[in-house]
């Protein structure tokens, strides 16, 4: 290869993300990196709907990363169902963004009403 090949991936910024988004539940995951010098990372996430007409599904991911650069963290939760006016309501939402050096381990389960009814779950769980 030419060296002007090697100069100009050199100069390219380091990006990785991934955003999951599960439309019965009326979830999304967002997890980016960029500008990173180091990233060790091991993520997993898994989308399901076990029965779309009665609302049951479920978005999980299990994230666990450290690095030397910038991170980007962000979950919402929507009702499914609109009202009257086609909004659907903000159920709850989350984003955290970190530069320098971090450590990052999250479990977050969002899940459909009719599953969590007699359930009790936290929907983001830091570890230490």
Request: with cysteine; charged share 20%.
């Amino acid at each position: 290869m030419p060296e002007s090949f090697y100069a100009a991936m050199a100069r390219m910024p380091n990006t990785e993300a991934v955003c999951v988004k599960n439309y019965d539940v009326g979830a999304s995951i967002t997890e980016a990196y960029w500008n990173f010098d180091y990233l060790n990372k091991e993520t997993q996430m898994v989308s399901r709907t076990y029965n779309s007409t009665e609302g049951r599904a479920i978005l999980e991911a299990s994230i666990n990363s450290e690095g030397i650069g910038q991170a980007h963290l962000a979950w919402q939760s929507k009702d499914p169902i609109h009202d009257n006016r086609g909004h659907h309501a903000l159920i709850g939402e989350s984003a955290e963004d970190l530069t320098g050096v971090f450590s990052i381990g999250r479990f977050i389960l969002l899940w459909s009403n009719s599953i969590a009814a007699n359930s009790t779950s936290l929907y983001e769980l830091p570890c230490p």
